[in-house]
């Protein structure tokens, strides 16, 4: 089977850091997104690992460790427009779809 | 067009009823995603193509769902006999590779929003 976990809601603090992790179990990997996604709005993309190691962009760093199917999403210096919903999403199983978690929901408070 | 276009928004259907919901992706866009996305959770996969070919149809939950992207380009998710259960929002996204190959990072359109009263 495939199934992806990610804690389903955080508060963190403006101006923290804050890591959001997730694990998963599949059949095949070729790559694994981490997404954001404020209330009613689409899913837009953040990052993408492929390789083992950590990706940095801005105030978004993602991290990947394809030994112990584990990545984490790391957010500094959060501002409150960080409050969103973050998907984790891997390419994998026979057929390589795209799989989504459910979700971690961060609310980032004054 | 500049982005992934979903049509309609909003459709509101009666009970029994087939609906044709259609995407259009961003020009070029090899891979073609559908998902089902509940208020609170993450897409639920439903089906995807590579150019013209539904490479994964497991997440179609039953067969009254189906989906077809003849040319390669447009695609169209259609259930029939629809259910109140039928009722969530319908998201499509595209990238332009394939995956495992470069550039898979997928982009989602605003969706439709299926009510089945």
């Known amino acids: 089977g495939q199934n992806i976990d990610q804690p389903t809601e955080m508060t963190a603090t403006e101006g923290a850091i804050v890591q959001i992790n997730c694990t998963y179990q599949?059949?095949?990997?070729?790559?694994l997104f981490w997404y954001q996604q404020h209330a009613g709005e689409a899913p837009t993309f953040l990052s993408y690992?492929?390789?083992?190691g950590l990706e940095e962009k801005g105030r978004f760093s993602s991290f990947l460790s394809r030994s112990k199917g584990y990545s984490y999403l790391l957010l500094k210096e959060l501002q409150m427009k960080d409050s969103a919903s973050y998907l984790c999403a891997v390419n994998g199983g026979a057929t390589n779809k795209l799989i989504f978690g459910t979700g971690t929901l961060l609310a980032v408070q004054p | 067009g500049a982005g992934v276009s979903q049509s309609p928004r909003y459709k509101v259907t009666k009970r029994g009823q087939d609906v044709a919901l259609r995407c259009d992706p961003i020009?070029?866009?090899?891979?073609l995603y559908w998902y089902r996305q509940a208020l609170g959770q993450g897409p639920e996969f439903l089906t995807y193509?590579?150019?013209?070919?539904?490479?994964?149809k497991s997440g179609l939950p039953n067969d009254r769902f189906s989906a077809e992207r003849p040319e390669g380009s447009i695609s169209t998710l259609t259930i029939q006999r629809t259910e109140q259960r039928d009722s969530a929002m319908y998201r499509c996204?595209?990238?332009?590779?394939?995956?495992?190959?470069?550039?898979?990072?997928?982009?989602f359109g605003q969706g439709t929003r299926l009510t089945v009263v």
């Open positions: 020009s070029g866009h090899v891979s």
């Open positions: 193509f590579n150019y013209e070919a539904q490479q994964d």
């Open positions: 690992n492929v390789l083992d």
């Open positions: 599949t059949s095949g990997f070729n790559g």
């Open positions: 996204a595209s990238s332009e590779g394939i995956p495992g190959g470069m550039n898979t990072e997928a982009f």
